[in-house]
Each structure stands twice: as C-alpha cells, then as structure tokens.
C-alpha cells in the first residue's frame, strides 16, 4: 500500500467511510487482551531500576514558569526521572473498569504505545512502568538505532494488538494518535527538566528502531518515532531486578498476542505503515512542548507541574456505566489563555508540513465570556465564525455514544470543544503516503497540550474519533473537501471519588 490510492482508500476506511463500510464498534471488555504485557524480550531480570520520587521534583516546580532543571549528580538520573514523569502510571481509581491511569489518555487505558531505550553502547531497553525500570532487552544484541556518545535515544512504538480487535483497522490511526500523544509527553517532560531533544519520524533511524521493536517479539507496530536526548552523559551500570511474569497468565497473553498478530485487519495495517519507513529522512527540529505562559494570577499562585500531572484525565463515569460525564462550569480568560498557548505551542520540524493542512475550529461554551458558536483558530487565536448557543448539545447528538440510559456523554456541557479537520485527498496526493499517519500523530501531539492546560484549570480533555463525520462537518460549514479526523472536548467531571496514588 505504497500508492497514494491506496493509502487514502484505507484513511477514508477509518473516517468518512467507516459508518457505510464497518459495523458499530462494539468491545467486550471481559474479552482479555495483551495491554500491559511486555514484549517478550523484555522480561529479563537485569536492567536499571528508575529515580524514585520524580513527582516531588515536580511538585516543587510551579506551573506554568517553573522548570525543574538537573536531578542528582549525573544526566542519568535526570533521564530515569523523565521517563518516570513522562510515562508512569498515576493512580488507581476503585470503581474504574479501565486499567490504571498515566500522564497521558489511552482508548479504554490500554496504552498500546511502548517505550524502548537505546544509548550509544550497550543493550537496548524496554521501559517497564510496572517495574519501575528500565529492563535489559534480550537478546541484547537486537538492531538498535544508536545515538552518538553521550546522547540516548527513546523510541516510540505503538503495538496494534494491544487495542480491541472490534476496532479492526481503526487500531492503526489510534495507535498514531497515541504515540503523537507520547511524544508530547515525552518532550514537555524533557524540557521541564532541562534536557534538549530532537525527533526524527521517517529515515534509516527510525527504520533501525522498526527491527529493534520487531524483535521484541509477536505483534503489530506502528512506524516507531526516535526521540534523542542530548547530553545525558553515560546511564547507571545495569543490576539485577526483580523476575516477573512467566507463569500461566503470561503464556495465555503470549497465545493471544500470536494469535491477534494474524488478524486480517492488520495485514493492512502494516502496509499503510510502510511508507513512513521507506521514506526519505525528515528534518529533526523538536518544535516546543511547552508554551511560553504569563505567570498565573493569584488565583493560580500554588499550581505546580506535578498538579497538573496528576490532573490530567478523559473524563468518566462511574461503573456500570460507559462514557464520560461533564458538568457546566464557567471558565475565565486565563483558562482560555492557556488552552490556546498549549494548542500553538509549534510541534516538531517533520510535523509542520501536515500541520499547515489541518483547519481548526474550537466551540467555546462559557468560556472567557465569548459567545457560544463556532471560531477559527489561526495565529493562536480564535476568529468568530459563527454564534450558535446550541451547537455543543448539536454536537452531542452526532457523538458514536450517545446519551443512553447505560451511557453518559458530556459533550454538551463541555467548556471547549477542539475539533481538527483536513482535506484528506490533496493532503496525502501533496504531501505523500506518508502523511496520513503524520496527521494522526499531529493530533495526537495537540491533543494531549490540551490536555496539560485543561488539567490547569481542572478540566478534562476527552481525545476521540467516534462522531459522524459527514454530519459533524455540515454542523460545522466545513468545506466540501474536508473531513473532521479528530476531536477533543475539554469539560469539568461531576463524578469523583478517593483515589490510590502510585507514584513510586
């Protein structure tokens, strides 16, 4: 699927054509799956444990100036602490069917993306957020994309099969989401703590990265992003951690994961993943994950980073219900001063052609006093298209789950709706076959700033793609041409409860 043709038939697939071509998306959660499950290489006995206490650093950083800076005597503690902050998990919330949360949002917190660690010399690792370690990859000897001296490179994979199989092709372009989701994370994180970065999505590194990850074991990847960290000097000598897994669980997962790699669907997907690893290589330029704020008014003055860590959340219900509820709240100029920052906040070189593509509109709703409707959001701020006080409760009606007595959606009480379109066609005839997976990561890379500066201001940012796109883009005037391909609707919950902290 290297054409053009090709690549947009299987895009359009998973956007305007997927409600006349594919039935409902219907998951069975009871249905086991292999999130969480390391690859099997990655489930040897030796590797680094990470710094303990990475939240506190940021909890006495204050949000939005306040940068960390150097941890411990040497770059690679500061390291083990971004990877702990970028990518540990949270909390536990009791009554919450969905796995443990992180930093960043997952489709039903399965968290497909996988971390692997790659310095100048030695093995290769596989960061295991359970472990609280970065583990030794074995065989050490896998092709790996080495950095030079001193620098380390992460990368960025999303497993395909970790996604329901109900999902079927979707996986591919939520998997892309995910790692652009990542590499947010990834990159605000580095830069809180002092550290300079570059990102390559395309070229012979990131095609070393691809055998790297195919060597862990089963399972379909997603064309791998390589972040190099610079100057982190040399990491910890590797010692001897804790033996995980290898018991009957692992063996059934270990099935399961076989199995699914075999789905039809992903036999697709590996080809609309081929051209970002046949491609040329990609400028490497890192862009800013982390706006350039005002310091916050009085209101604001104890916020600090790792607040706004552990704020960050989708959204949810409480059990047996599915969705996400919201509640109406009134959000002043400072919220949306700091949604549109993280929204601008430029990404990485090799994303700003796709970028340039892709129209934003954002409905506000009691917010900063504009009136509720549509606006264009260029140059960083927000032009007026439309008044409409009922857009946001229109807009719920087109959502893929509705209101039910089984479901909530809080769609219409949502305090900012961010929804990102694109003329598919002349993006990918333009641009390359590569660019329809770009997009997605492009998406992802907004999604989750805007995540960040709602978790400021106690908002949720809810990521998604499950609406009507044709009907959502008559709603909106989109030009005939162009598709809605995402959406992210920032809101306040009205359910929570007392929840375990697992920051190690």
């Known amino acids: 699927?290297?054409?053009?043709?090709?690549?947009?038939?299987?895009?359009?697939?998973?956007?305007?054509?997927?409600?006349?071509?594919?039935?409902?998306?219907?998951?069975?959660?009871?249905?086991?799956?292999?999130?969480?499950?390391?690859?099997?290489?990655?489930r040897a006995d030796r590797g680094r444990p990470l710094p303990l206490g990475a939240h506190?650093?940021?909890?006495?950083?204050?949000?939005?100036?306040?940068?960390?800076?150097?941890?411990g005597a040497g770059g690679g503690q500061r390291v083990g602490a971004v990877l702990a902050a970028a990518f540990g998990p949270l909390r536990r919330e009791p009554s919450n069917p969905a796995n443990d949360h992180r930093v960043t949002a997952s489709v039903r917190s399965k968290f497909p993306v996988h971390v692997f660690t790659v310095p100048a010399e030695g093995p290769a690792g596989y960061l295991d957020p359970y472990r609280h370690a970065v583990v030794d990859l074995d065989p050490a000897d896998a092709p790996a994309p080495r950095p030079a001296r001193n620098d380390?490179?992460?990368?960025?994979?999303?497993?395909?099969?970790?996604?329901?199989?109900?999902?079927?092709?979707?996986?591919?372009?939520?998997?892309?989401?995910?790692?652009?989701?990542?590499?947010?994370?990834?990159?605000?994180?580095?830069?809180?703590?002092?550290?300079?970065?570059?990102v390559r999505v395309s070229g012979p590194e990131v095609v070393r990265a691809a055998r790297l990850v195919a060597a862990t074991g089963p399972g379909s990847w997603s064309a791998p992003v390589v972040v190099t960290l610079h100057e982190v000097g040399e990491l910890p000598s590797a010692g001897p951690l804790e033996p995980v897994g290898g018991g009957?669980?692992?063996?059934?997962?270990?099935?399961?994961?076989?199995?699914?790699?075999?789905?039809?669907?992903?036999?697709?997907?590996?080809?609309?993943?081929?051209?970002r690893l046949t491609g040329p290589a990609t400028p490497t330029g890192?862009?800013?994950?982390?706006?350039?704020?005002?310091?916050?008014?009085?209101?604001?003055?104890?916020?600090?980073?790792?607040?706004?860590?552990?704020?960050?959340?989708?959204?949810?219900?409480?059990?047996?219900?599915?969705?996400?509820?919201?509640?109406?709240?009134?959000?002043?100029e400072d919220c949306l001063r700091d949604l549109l920052a993280w929204a601008a906040a430029p990404a990485p070189v090799a994303l700003r052609e796709v970028a340039a593509r892709v129209r934003v509109t954002v409905v506000p709703q009691r917010l900063a006093g504009l009136p509720t409707g549509r606006y264009g959001f260029t140059d960083g701020g927000?032009?007026?298209?439309?008044?409409?006080?009922?857009?946001?409760?229109?807009?719920?009606?087109?959502?893929?789950?509705?209101?039910?007595?089984?479901?909530?959606?809080?769609?219409?009480?949502?305090?900012?709706?961010?929804?990102?379109?694109?003329?598919?066609?002349?993006?990918?005839?333009?641009?390359?076959?590569?660019a329809w997976g770009l997009l997605q990561v492009w998406c992802g890379w907004v999604s989750h700033g805007l995540t960040l500066g709602a978790a400021a201001h106690g908002l949720f940012a809810r990521p998604a793609r499950s609406f009507d796109e044709h009907r959502l883009a008559d709603l909106l005037r989109l030009p005939e041409a162009e598709s809605p391909v995402f959406?992210?609707?920032?809101?306040?919950?009205?359910?929570?409860?007392?929840?375990?902290?697992l920051r190690p």
């Open 487 to 501: 959406l992210t609707a920032c809101g306040a919950t009205r359910y929570a409860e007392p929840m375990l902290d």
């Open 248 to 275: 009957a669980l692992d063996a059934e997962l270990d099935a399961l994961l076989e199995e699914e790699t075999g789905h039809p669907s992903l036999a697709e997907t590996a080809a609309a993943v081929a051209p």
């Open 382 to 434: 927000l032009r007026p298209a439309e008044a409409d006080p009922e857009l946001p409760r229109r807009m719920e009606a087109l959502f893929g789950y509705p209101l039910t007595p089984a479901n909530d959606c809080g769609i219409r009480h949502a305090t900012a709706l961010w929804i990102f379109s694109a003329d598919l066609r002349t993006l990918v005839e333009d641009l390359g076959p590569a």
């Open 152 to 198: 380390l490179n992460i990368v960025l994979a999303g497993r395909h099969t970790d996604l329901p199989t109900p999902y079927g092709v979707l996986r591919c372009a939520l998997a892309d989401l995910e790692v652009g989701i990542n590499l947010r994370s990834l990159l605000a994180t580095a830069e809180l703590f002092g550290l300079r970065a570059s």
């Open 286 to 332: 890192p862009g800013r994950a982390l706006p350039e704020l005002p310091l916050p008014g009085a209101r604001k003055a104890d916020q600090d980073w790792a607040r706004v860590w552990w704020n960050r959340s989708a959204g949810r219900v409480p059990r047996p219900l599915s969705g996400f509820s919201a509640r109406p709240v009134t959000r002043g």
């Open 56 to 71: 506190e650093l940021l909890a006495a950083t204050p949000y939005p100036a306040g940068r960390a800076g150097a941890v």
């Open 1 to 42: 699927m290297t054409g053009t043709a090709d690549v947009l038939r299987f895009a359009l697939r998973q956007g305007p054509l997927r409600g006349l071509l594919h039935d409902p998306i219907n998951v069975d959660e009871r249905v086991p799956t292999t999130a969480c499950l390391p690859p099997r290489s990655a």
